[in-house]
């Protein structure tokens, strides 16, 4: 996961919170501290508390020979998520003498606390995983003084196992009083719900003390017995049911613990949490924009003279300084089109990734090259020679709104936002230099690998070329090398056991074979067939694993939260040294997709169609999307192919999340932090890896994420 | 070469003679100039062409944080002026209200001032509200409204360029959104703020301009 943002954010944080009496990450008193198991709890027992909303947070946490390392993510202000990579050391299975464990919880805050109720919530530990931790519970949180909070709960499963009782939903049907028995491990990864809230229940509870802003003391006592690890297995001795514990907050989001459990045990807690929502720098630290020129003094625009574009060394002059006014705000003119009283222009933007910054400095710098009969600008940005949008902008609007206090809102109101595969331009109208184009990149790469059993983090790390030429508008060769320097994702002596084709499962052959390799090797050609729609066709060595054509329309109206996609490949795997030879699997693969913002920073896709090993099926993602670009999401695929075949962990599925350069720099930049983890990787379910999906490269210039942006117009 | 502006300046300031604390050379360096390394020589050659040309400046400075720097104008736009730093930063003033920064961090993106404005032009004093736009971490803007009463402290004797100057003092007195802070406008006859201490915003405090008289 990227520690490097997270490491990188502290200091800033830190920073920040000094300059900002209103900065919330200095509002410790009343966050919930959290637990072992990285979620808002005392020790190992959760609270009904939730993290402030969109809150992230990595916890790793040691005792008794229990590792566990948990991603938690406030979903809404009342749903919760976390994903758990444990380590038992001492735990006997399948032959082994330790046990590497993946699991997903998920808890929702029911009842908010009030005068006198507490607040309420239930939740499902491990519902997906290999049920070593699957438990659910219902939780009350009440504070009883500002700084004494007193929980108390009824927990099912692992947190029914010490002093349980029968269970009294046995009330509703008497089959809830049994729990069915945990599975093997070729059943892992399936949702259980035969066993919620069956078998033995029993009550737990605890209190935390609030000792002064920075330091918690907690006492509590667990319904948690450890049967499998004390009594099968003997990881540690217990003798207690009552656990102990410090913790320290620090004010840059890193909380550290202390803790004396089940009457033996000394264990520790570290974990380090921020917010998507408040950035080290809010609104940036990037320079000043360019200022509004006034037009030649308080003459009325229509006496201005249109003359200055009959005379062609003016418009020549023109376009000079209107290129190297944007290039001054790295922006690139592609083409403009001059007509006496309008400005009708093409532009790269290469420096922003807040679409609206990119317009804004744009048309702010217009005002300082454009003549002053210049009134209507129309702004469309191209990105892999694509028209995305037309933005039409009235330039005494902008005079009017620059340093207005509602200057954001009527500024977007006010622009006229079009499809713009409408506004044509001839080769007379591109700008000197833009085509051809050709743009190289050298760099460092690291590539990680996680939760292979017997070496969980593994790594490569090499030298990375990145070659692209762009003949004409749409048309891209490219490709992208790799030398690899040192690592050793290929010492995994993993060999794949999969009864469905190897499409992804021969992953450390891959690794093995390779040395220096050509990552992808493509020509690509995009344009625009129609009003709203988009095209994409990709020849080449399409990704690592596989080689061949793909296809693609994508259907966005440009106000549309709604977009539609067909893709459709002719794929073939690529031979293990990611050379040029292929080897003879081959395959159609395809998928119609649907994509849909719901607001609120929700995203939803599904993709239904044919996968790489031949099975049909559906993927379905949910992401939150913050408005400054981070991401996280997570996403399941269930296919033809039943969970036996498709071997552990019985369908694909996992959490991506992506973190913009710029929430932690405070400057403008394209660059992010992104990772998709899977708890496993197998062949059913998978998706071709070709670059350059339409929707991807298109949305950011469309609405709704040009409105949800827009505040960056006027900085 | 990044400093010929304040090399220029420097003489300015010494006949100016503001705050004249004896930190000048170091009042050009840590002025409103984030990073050294990031100069954009353009910029610094288009800043000294301003000043070069005559084009008023102010000094500034970030009153919780002893920094300071000076500003000369780029743009006068009817009774909107915005002035530039070789640092990157601009501050744009209405009738010499402080209505919006950028490049500063935590920028005041916009402001309504309206009753104020018209206050310090005819004299008039008493109740006036204003409102701030700034941008929070997830780049939306959030609208900070204010209640505000302005009223005359009198007449004040400041000293610029240890010449004296006549002004009258006025004072707006806001809170708000969670916010309390107290501006200080020094008006000479014409009616031109002199020297001012406006509050930008919750990132930075109060800022404090003065006009460099030449």
Request: proline fraction near 4%.
């Amino acid at each position: 996961m990227k520690k490097t943002t997270l490491n990188l954010c502290a200091p800033l944080a830190g920073a920040l919170v000094a300059l900002s009496p209103a900065g919330a990450l200095a509002d410790n008193a009343g966050k919930p501290k959290l637990s072992f198991y990285g979620a808002p709890g005392l020790v190992e027992m959760p609270t009904a508390e939730s993290m402030p909303d969109g809150q992230l947070a990595v916890t790793l946490t040691h005792f008794g020979g229990t590792t566990r390392n948990t991603l938690s993510f406030q979903i809404t202000d009342r749903l919760s998520g976390s994903f758990r990579y444990a380590h038992l050391d001492g735990f006997r299975s399948f032959n082994e003498t330790e046990l590497y464990d993946r699991s997903f919880d998920i808890a929702y805050r029911l009842v908010d606390e009030g005068r006198i109720r507490p607040s309420i919530a239930v939740g499902l530990r491990d519902f997906a995983g290999t049920g070593v931790y699957g438990s659910e519970y219902v939780v009350a949180t009440k504070s009883v003084h500002p700084r004494l909070k007193v929980t108390g709960g009824i927990g099912w499963g692992r947190l029914g196992s010490y002093n349980g009782f029968t269970n009294p939903l046995g009330a509703i049907a008497e089959t809830l009083e049994t729990r069915p028995g945990n599975r093997g491990i070729e059943d892992t990864g399936q949702v259980s719900f035969e066993q919620y809230f069956r078998g033995d229940a029993a009550f737990f509870g605890g209190v935390e003390w609030q000792y002064s802003d920075r330091l918690s003391l907690f006492v509590e006592y667990s319904s948690d017995d450890y049967v499998r690890e004390t009594q099968v297995n003997s990881m540690f001795v217990k003798s207690s049911p009552l656990n102990f514990g410090l913790k320290y907050s620090f004010k840059n989001g890193l909380d550290l613990g202390g803790y004396y459990l089940y009457g033996e045990e000394i264990g520790a807690v570290i974990s380090y949490s921020l917010n998507p929502k408040q950035p080290p720098m809010p609104g940036g630290r990037e320079s000043a924009p360019p200022v509004i020129y006034p037009r030649n003094g308080s003459v009325a625009a229509a006496s201005w003279s249109q003359e200055w574009v009959t005379q062609p060394d003016q418009v020549a002059q023109t376009r000079k300084n209107v290129a190297a006014g944007l290039d001054q705000q790295g922006v690139e003119l592609e083409a403009l089109v001059l007509t006496g009283d309008s400005a009708t222009l093409r532009i790269r933007n290469q420096t922003y990734d807040a679409a609206p910054q990119a317009i804004g400095r744009t048309a702010r710098s217009l005002t300082q090259t454009l003549p002053a009969s210049v009134e209507t600008i129309t702004i469309i940005p191209v990105v892999e020679g694509m028209r995305i949008s037309a933005v039409t902008l009235k330039r005494s609007d902008l005079e009017e709104l620059e340093t207005q206090v509602d200057g954001s809102w009527q500024s977007y109101i006010r622009a006229d936002i079009a499809d713009a595969s409408a506004f044509k331009f001839k080769r007379s109208d591109l700008a000197a230099g833009a085509y051809p184009d050709f743009s190289y990149k050298f760099g460092a790469y690291l590539s990680p690998s996680f939760f292979d059993p017997d070496q969980p983090i593994r790594a490569d790390v090499g030298a990375e070329l990145n070659l692209s030429y762009t003949p004409a508008p749409g048309l891209v060769f490219s490709t992208k090398l790799r030398q690899k320097l040192a690592g050793n994702l290929g010492d995994s002596a993993r060999v794949s056991d999969s009864v469905l084709p190897h499409v992804r499962s021969d992953a450390a052959l891959y690794e093995q074979d390779s040395d220096f390799e050509i990552s992808n090797l493509t020509a690509e050609y995009f344009f625009r067939p129609t009003k709203d729609v988009f095209g994409r066709v990709t020849v080449g060595y399409l990704e690592r694993m596989f080689g061949g054509v793909s296809g693609e329309l994508l259907w966005k109206p440009v106000s549309s939260r709604l977009a539609l996609g067909a893709e459709l490949n002719y794929a073939r795997q690529r031979d293990f040294d990611i050379g040029f030879g292929f080897q003879d699997y081959d395959v159609v693969t395809g998928h119609a997709s649907a994509y849909y913002n719901f607001g609120n920073g929700f995203l939803g896709q599904v993709d239904a169609g044919r996968y790489l090993a031949g099975d049909y099926g559906a993927t379905f993602t949910l992401d939150r999307e913050f408005a400054n670009g981070w991401r996280i999401g997570a996403f399941f695929t269930l296919t033809d192919v039943s969970f036996e075949e498709f071997g552990e962990g019985s369908f694909d599925k996992g959490i991506r999340l992506y973190a913009p350069v710029s929430w932690v720099t405070g400057e403008p930049s394209q660059k992010g932090f992104g990772t998709t983890i899977r708890p496993l990787t197998r062949d059913g379910g998978a998706r071709l890896d070709v670059r350059n999906r339409l929707y991807e490269v298109t949305r950011g210039f469309q609405d709704p994420i040009l409105s949800d942006r827009w505040g960056k117009f006027w900085r | 070469m990044k400093h010929l502006l304040s090399a220029a300046l420097l003489g300015v300031m010494a006949l100016a003679g503001c705050d004249s604390d004896g930190s000048q050379r170091e009042m050009f360096e840590s002025i409103f100039k984030r990073d050294e390394a990031k100069v954009d020589p353009a910029l610094t050659a288009k800043v000294q062409r301003l000043g070069l040309a005559g084009q008023p400046i102010i000094v500034a400075s970030i009153e919780a944080e002893n920094r300071a720097g000076l500003l000369v104008r780029e743009v006068q736009r009817g009774r909107e002026s915005t002035y530039i730093s070789e640092g990157g930063v601009s501050i744009s003033f209405r009738s010499g209200v402080l209505v919006a920064t950028r490049g500063m961090g935590g920028d005041l993106m916009g402001a309504d001032v309206a009753t104020l404005e018209r206050y310090l032009r005819t004299g008039g004093a008493g109740a006036a509200s204003r409102s701030h736009a700034y941008l929070d971490g997830d780049e939306q803007i959030q609208k900070h409204q204010f209640s505000c009463q302005v009223a005359s402290r009198g007449s004040r004797q400041i000293a610029i360029d240890e010449k004296s100057y006549a002004t009258k003092l006025i004072e707006e007195k806001c809170s708000g959104s969670g916010f309390a802070f107290e501006n200080l406008y020094w008006l000479d006859r014409r009616g031109e703020i002199l020297q001012s201490r406006q509050w930008m915003g919750p990132a930075l405090g109060s800022l404090a301009f003065r006009k460099v008289l030449r």
